[in-house]
T-cell receptor, first 112, second 112 residues
Framework: GQQLNQSPQSMFIQEGEDVSMNCTSS?????WLWYKQDPGEGPVLLIA?????ELTSNGRLTAQFGITRKDSFLNISASIPSDVGIYFC????????????FGPGTRLSVLP | KAGVTQTPRYLIKTRGQQVTLSCSPI?????VSWYQQTPGQGLQFLFE???????NKGNFPGRFSGRQFSNSRSEMNVSTLELGDSALYLC???????????FGQGTRLTVV
């Protein structure tokens, strides 16, 4: 079945540094969603991508839909302490429903 | 605009009992999906309801069921609870289609 892989699994960075993480799949996706989850809370949607090659920003966050449609990237610039959390990528299993498959997540820690 | 509301936030149940969780989607959203999140398996899709009909179903046993009402509110039921059902249950709301999904804060279910 479809599976998503995320790298790195975890990362420790200094406040102010830029962060890059990615998500890869063995299957083609037509949509990529990036979420952030704080402990004990539900995932919060950060960015949605709908077109191969698309580059979308949301404040300090920038995400790209890979040209092969099998990967996506998320960058965070000038990290701050509240960026701490787990970042998930997700893609739909089909084109019409909400059956999303999620990656295992990238755990981000920001050191002051 | 109010977000996705899940009730209750926390539940403790005994093995063998049943439980019902509730989800109120964002106003105007007709799709409600349910996910189970555990440390070992991550986020896994349970099922999706759209206009009171189950549109998608994940690979969970029949003990997991759901329904959606005419106002789009949804309930999820788990019967004959097992210890392994302990998890964060998340509900996601969307307009429909394979687009953006917005999560609630989740219900933390503990089975003892």
């Amino acid at each position: 079945g479809q599976q998503l892989n995320q790298s790195p699994q975890s990362m420790f960075i200094q406040e102010g540094e830029d962060v890059s993480m990615n998500c890869t799949s063995s299957s083609i996706f037509n949509t990529w969603l990036w979420y952030k989850q704080d402990p004990g809370e539900g995932p919060v949607l950060l960015i949605a991508l709908y077109k191969a090659g698309e580059l979308t920003s949301n404040g300090r966050l920038t995400a790209q839909f890979g040209i092969t449609r099998k990967d996506s990237f998320l960058n965070i610039s000038a990290s701050i302490p509240s960026d701490v959390g787990i970042y998930f990528c997700a893609g739909p299993k089909d084109n019409y429903g909400q059956n999303f498959v999620f990656g295992p997540g990238t755990r981000l820690s920001v050191l002051p | 605009k109010a977000g996705v509301t899940q009730t209750p936030r926390y539940l403790i149940k005994t093995r063998g009992q049943q439980v019902t969780l509730s989800c109120s989607p964002i106003s105007g959203h007709r799709s409600v999906s349910w996910y189970q999140q555990t440390p070992g398996q991550g986020l896994q899709f349970l099922f999706e309801y759209f206009s009171e009909t189950q549109r998608n179903k994940g690979n969970f046993p029949g003990r997991f069921s759901g329904r959606q009402f005419s106002n789009s509110r949804s309930e999820m039921n788990v019967s004959t609870l097992e210890l392994g059902d302990s998890a964060l249950y998340l509900c996601a709301s969307s307009r429909g289609g394979a687009g953006e999904a917005f999560f609630g804060q989740g219900t933390r279910l503990t089975v003892v």
